[in-house]
């Protein structure tokens, strides 16, 4: 598998009746391939309200689980089914073993709803995101991204698509709906936009006329939608969804009606449109609201129209959430990461604010019975980090090109030093440790040193870690930290318990053995030459040998890593960590990393080139 695809376990999810769902696995990361049909527990089917008002939300979730992941162990079901339980699980935990970083999407649970396409099914419905295992909500303990399917349509072809993504930012806020700050909202928003350098199309007050022309004939990437949206009644099927935009007709009067459009005209706008935006980004509520056909939400009626990502809301959501949640969802996109992992670093922001976006009893005009009212009563509150759904037909890059696995980055006017990525934190680090003549020449022109030049490839050594630090800093980096150094050296390795980057039985490398005293270093390509076993997949190359490197702790005090020619290379792993020497010696030296923050100056900066070839 890719290192740029994300493990995805796709379960086709179909309604049977009030009791019983049919669950099938499509796909799973272990390549075992599909799994019979199964029945599992509806979870409509347990009366919610005669639980504790505190409880039904954990409950719900404890049945959304079981009807995917149940363990017949536990209770009399389809024997089949536990086939998907243990193997999501099993996957979970292998994928998680490889990822060393607490902050790392390893999984996409893909929910497909596809089969149930033009059916009167409430399991569309349903809050998936509040997915309980029992020891707590998975999107919140886990390192898992919950996604949902709905079109029945064969897949589109996605184009590539030029940076920067262009981004139609449109608002309405009707005078005769309550008030909800849109313009600051759409302030904020729109500064947020600007300083991560994506493009902007600004519509601040959305009326049918214009923001029907603006979906049409933008060319936008992204479009993202800020206002009042809800679910209205219909004699046909129960729910539609719609957006309220400003008045485009009674204009002259002190408080004009809202101006509603509705899921199937917004859809047939985005399938007339010049170029079909990536992502729609709804910053309204109720918008992943859906009940007896799932065509008649807002959200799930786009997907058939070529968009390849919808975000949107499950309930009412606070400004203040939604405008956080959105700037979360923009750094990420800016970083290089897929849509799965910008929303699920929203979900973590939102998380961390400790904010609950919704009550059931709040809305303003009650006229439908949406599922969750129904099974959760008006004492419920939802938190906010559970309310969007991303609703995904797409592989989540939006077009963008993966990030590249190799770039280069100038530190002098003539010279440039190679940098490896390393998926497991999406960051770059230097592939050889920084040399005696690249860091001289740099140092002395940045700090006005003179005297001092070397054009030496051996790796730099007989320096200070303030010279470090200030050398990294100098060049737009930093110096990593030990966690990270680490987590660059087991990348690409599937155990990630390993001791050295070949396996766990020392082999030789540049390092002192009895008998054979090690007097010096080794220039850095001649080193990853001698000793090819002593890189990476990602091609780190030096890890254990040559020089020590300085690495940083948590309180950003010097550490050493990978140890030097004059240590024993057997007392040493990818583990050791160490402090350093007061004074410099000949065996200590150092690498950079840059994070995609340093990167994107960098670019600014004329730093950062890709790697031909």
């Known amino acids: 598998m890719s290192d740029q695809e994300l ?7 179909e309604e049977k009746d009030q009791d019983w769902l049919r669950v099938r696995l499509i796909k799973a990361p272990d390549g075992q391939g599909r799994s019979g049909r199964c029945l599992t527990p509806n979870p409509y089917r347990e009366n919610y309200l005669g639980i504790a008002p505190d409880q039904r939300l954990k409950t719900l979730g404890q049945n959304l689980h079981n009807s995917l992941f149940l363990n017949p162990a536990s209770k009399p079901y389809d024997k089949k089914y536990n086939e998907i339980g243990e193997r999501f699980w099993k996957s979970y935990d292998e994928l998680r073993s490889k990822t060393v970083e607490a902050n790392q999407l390893c999984l996409r649970l893909l929910l497909d709803f596809s089969a149930a396409a033009g059916n009167f099914e409430k399991v569309l419905a349903l809050p998936w995101e509040f997915l309980h295992d029992d020891q707590g909500f998975i999107l919140l303990e886990k390192q898992v991204s919950i996604t949902r399917q709905t079109t029945g349509k064969q897949r589109f072809e996605f184009q590539a698509i030029e940076p920067p993504m262009k981004v139609l930012l449109a608002c309405a806020e009707p005078k005769n709906l309550p008030e909800f700050g849109g313009a600051k909202f759409l302030a904020a928003m729109k500064s947020e936009i600007e300083e991560i350098g994506l493009e902007l199309e600004l519509l601040p007050n959305a009326k049918l006329n214009n923001f029907k022309d603006c979906v049409e004939q933008s060319g936008c990437h992204i479009i993202h939608f800020i206002g009042h949206g809800e679910v209205k009644p219909s004699s046909a099927t129960g729910l539609e969804s719609c957006l309220y935009l400003e008045s485009s007709k009674y204009e002259s009067l002190s408080n004009p009606p809202s101006d509603p459009l509705y899921a199937k005209q917004l859809s047939e706008w985005i399938t007339n449109a010049r170029l079909i935006p990536k992502l729609i980004l709804f910053s309204s509520c109720q918008t992943a609201v859906s009940d007896q056909y799932f065509e008649r939400g807002m959200a799930h009626a786009l997907l058939d129209s070529g968009v390849e990502a919808i975000v949107a809301m499950q309930a009412n959501v606070h400004p203040e959430d939604a405008e956080n949640f959105a700037k979360a969802i923009y750094q990420s996109l800016q970083n290089q990461h897929r849509i799965d992992e910008a929303v699920w670093v929203g979900r973590q922001q ?4 400790g904010q609950s976006g919704f009550e059931l009893s709040a809305r303003s005009k009650p006229v439908v019975e949406a ?36 770039i280069l980055w100038q ?16 960051y770059y680090i230097d592939k050889y440790p920084v040399t005696s003549g690249i860091y001289y020449n740099e140092f002395a022109k940045v700090q006005g040193i003179s005297g001092k030049t070397d054009s030496g490839d051996h790796p730099v050594t007989n320096i200070t870690f303030e010279q470090a630090t200030n050398f990294a800093h100098s060049t737009g980096r930093h110096l990593p930290k030990g966690e990270e150094w680490q987590m660059a050296a087991r990348s690409g390795i599937p155990d990630k318990n390993q001791r050295y980057p070949w396996g766990n039985e020392y082999r030789q490398c540049h390092t002192q053995t009895q008998g054979d005293p090690r007097r010096n270093t080794l220039p850095v390509q001649v080193e990853a030459k001698t000793y090819p076993h002593n890189r990476n997949p990602r091609g780190m190359c030096g890890i254990i040998g040559n020089v020590a490197e300085f690495v940083v702790d948590d309180q950003n005090k010097p550490k050493l890593c990978g140890g030097s020619f004059m240590d024993s290379g057997k007392d040493l792993s990818i583990d050791t960590v160490r402090n350093p ?33």
């Open 371 to 406: 599922p969750l009212k129904e099974l959760l009563g008006e004492e419920v509150n939802l938190p906010a980090w559970g309310l969007p759904i991303l609703l995904l037909n797409g592989d989540g890059w939006l077009g963008q090109a993966p990030p590249p696995d190799r």
């Open 7 to 13: 493990p995805t376990f796709e379960i086709e999810v």
């Open 581 to 613: 020497p007061q004074n410099p010696t000949s065996k200590i030296g150092f690498r950079c990393a840059a994070t995609w923050t340093e990167i994107k100056q960098g670019k600014a900066g004329g730093k950062v080139k890709p790697v031909e070839g």
């Open 411 to 426: 530190v002098t006017d003539t010279k440039t030093v190679e940098m490896v990525r390393i998926p497991e934190g999406n």
């Open 350 to 353: 939102l998380k961390k604010q």
